[in-house]
């Protein structure tokens, strides 16, 4: 079945720009979608279709895909970005929908 | 305003049986593609189940033959009988309304706020 590799942490200083990964095989030919978590709440979608922002996401969230990575980008972060964040695909040829094992975003 | 919200949830022994519900307002569950996803103590997402518009059902393997979706379109409420449930069922259950995406695959636009399913003896 379809994997799809998130690092478990990325840390960043207030600021600066955070990049998560989600690797997958070919993932560059599916539709990548990412949700936040905070901590004791439910996910909230924050890029679509690749890099599509949901109204209401800051333009500081964007996305990237392409080859066997996408990207989800996070300028200036703020201290209030801090959560976990899943990427996910869905696999036409199960009719399933896959989700990575999520990253822990810190901002230092 | 869309809302979706989950009820049902509890503590269950080994081997029992739940029916999770989650009612939905601000748009018509018939005519959508409505999910559950689920999420274990402190760890990751899980998709667990769809149903289409149009009827058709998928599962993942961990619950297939023991979770059945389903809606009643009169109470626009949304459904998952879990039977035979196990200690590695004990998860937040989350009912998600799904949208195609321009360059086609699903994702999920609106989540309930969940509900605690506790599988133990």
């Known amino acids: 079945s379809y994997v799809l590799t998130q690092p478990p942490s990325v840390s960043v200083a207030p600021g600066k720009t955070a990049r998560i990964t989600c690797g997958g095989d070919?993932?560059?030919?599916?539709?990548v979608h990412w949700y936040q978590q905070k901590s004791g709440q439910a996910p909230v979608l924050v890029i679509y279709?690749?890099?599509d922002r949901p109204s209401g996401v800051p333009e500081r969230f964007s996305g990237s895909n392409s080859g066997s990575t996408a990207t989800l980008t996070i300028s200036r972060v703020e201290a209030g970005d801090e959560a976990d964040y899943y990427c996910?695909?869905?696999?036409?040829?199960?009719?399933?929908?896959?989700f990575g094992g999520g990253t822990k975003l810190t901002a230092l | 305003e869309v809302q979706l919200v989950e009820s049902g949830g509890g503590l269950i022994q080994p081997g029992g049986s739940l029916r999770l519900s989650c009612a939905a307002s601000?748009?018509?569950?018939?005519?959508?593609?409505m999910s559950w996803v689920r999420q274990a103590p402190g760890k990751g997402l899980e998709w667990v189940s769809v149903?289409?518009?149009?009827?058709?059902?998928y599962y993942a393997d961990s619950v297939k033959g023991r979770f059945t979706i389903s809606r009643d379109n009169s109470k626009n409420t949304l459904y998952l009988q879990m039977s035979s449930l196990r200690v590695e069922d004990t998860a937040v259950y989350y009912c998600?309304?799904?949208?195609?995406?321009?360059?086609?695959?699903?994702?999920?636009?609106?989540w309930g706020q969940g509900t605690l399913v506790t599988v133990s003896s």
């Open positions: 070919n993932i560059g030919s599916k539709s």
């Open positions: 996910q695909v869905w696999d036409s040829s199960r009719d399933h929908i896959i």
């Open positions: 279709s690749d890099g």
């Open positions: 601000g748009f018509i569950v018939s005519n959508n593609y």
């Open positions: 149903i289409y518009s149009g009827d058709s059902t």
């Open positions: 998600t309304r799904g949208r195609l995406g321009s360059s086609s695959g699903y994702y999920f636009d609106y």
